[in-house]
């Protein structure tokens, strides 16, 4: 958890601008993490309203008050997307076969595809400014993925996940919240990401492949560490994590219980 002290300029009232903001006033922005960036606080105020930031403060609370990770085992994952409208089951199932950020799948736009001919299949590249670690990333698709991809097409001009004809702002939306209640969990959008990451771990993913699948590669060209033989490599990794044969409650429920 996190807390946001902000120093600015509001332009609409034409006056200085002194705020504090918790973790209920802005994870809907996007998921929130433990390490909250002065870039990501600014834009979070300029989304929730018209301020000229001047200075970003942050002030982190102790690591034994950060939210524990609650990744999901394949039952509690249909109970929790029987309750979500069917946009958000789409967002939700795409995170939890990627290993993607909320702001990233609200964010995730049709020119950002690129195909595979040889593999049949399409990765996408998010540039680095859409990116926590500030580093361009490479969405691969296992079958499950592939097929949301799919299904999207035609639905928006540019943005890959919209509702009623609009992109999304966040996934952590009341539509969220009433299925997380409805399905009796503690569940954060995050911890999608959380459960790709267990699920791969359990079905015995090599740790530097899990890294590169959940985006915690740093500093390597692009251009020069992807191929055709590479991604397919990530695929076929990445469809370990579909298979409910491979789950391992033991390990879900270890880390449900650390914080680290």
């Known amino acids: 958890m996190a807390q946001l002290h902000v120093i600015g300029r509001d332009i609409e009232e034409d006056k200085p601008l002194n705020l504090s903001f918790d973790e209920g006033k802005w994870t809907h922005l996007s998921d929130f993490e433990k390490s909250i960036t002065p870039e990501r606080a600014k834009l979070a105020l300029l989304i929730l309203g018209n301020y000229s930031i001047k200075e970003v403060k942050i002030r982190l609370l102790p690591q034994h008050d950060q939210r524990q990770k609650y990744p999901l085992t394949f039952d509690e994952q ?101 299925a997380r209640a409805a399905a009796g969990l503690k569940v954060r959008v995050h911890d999608l990401k959380h459960t790709y990451g267990t699920r791969l771990r359990s079905a015995g993913v090599d740790e530097e492949t899990r890294k590169e699948l959940l985006g915690h590669r740093s500093g390597r060209s692009i251009t020069t560490h992807y191929c055709d033989a590479n991604i397919k490599n990530l695929i076929e990794a990445s469809e370990r994590a579909t298979n409910p044969a491979h789950e391992s409650t033991l390990l879900t429920i270890l880390i449900r219980k650390s914080t680290r």
């Not at 580093?135 to 499950?144: K, T």
């Not at 993925?145 to 996940?161: L, M, N, T």
């Open 78 to 178: 249909r109970r929790l997307f029987n309750h979500l409208p069917d946009h958000l089951r789409q967002m939700s199932l795409f995170m939890v076969n990627t290993g993607t950020r909320d702001s990233e799948v609200c964010n995730l736009q049709w020119s950002m595809e690129i195909p595979i001919e040889p593999l049949n299949n399409s990765v996408f590249l998010i540039p680095s400014q859409l990116v926590k670690n500030g580093y361009d990333r490479v969405i691969v698709l296992n079958s499950v993925a592939k097929q949301v991809i799919d299904e999207q097409r035609g639905k928006h001009p540019s943005h890959v996940f919209s509702f009623r004809g609009k992109p999304l702002n966040r996934m952590n939306n009341t539509g969220w919240k009433v």
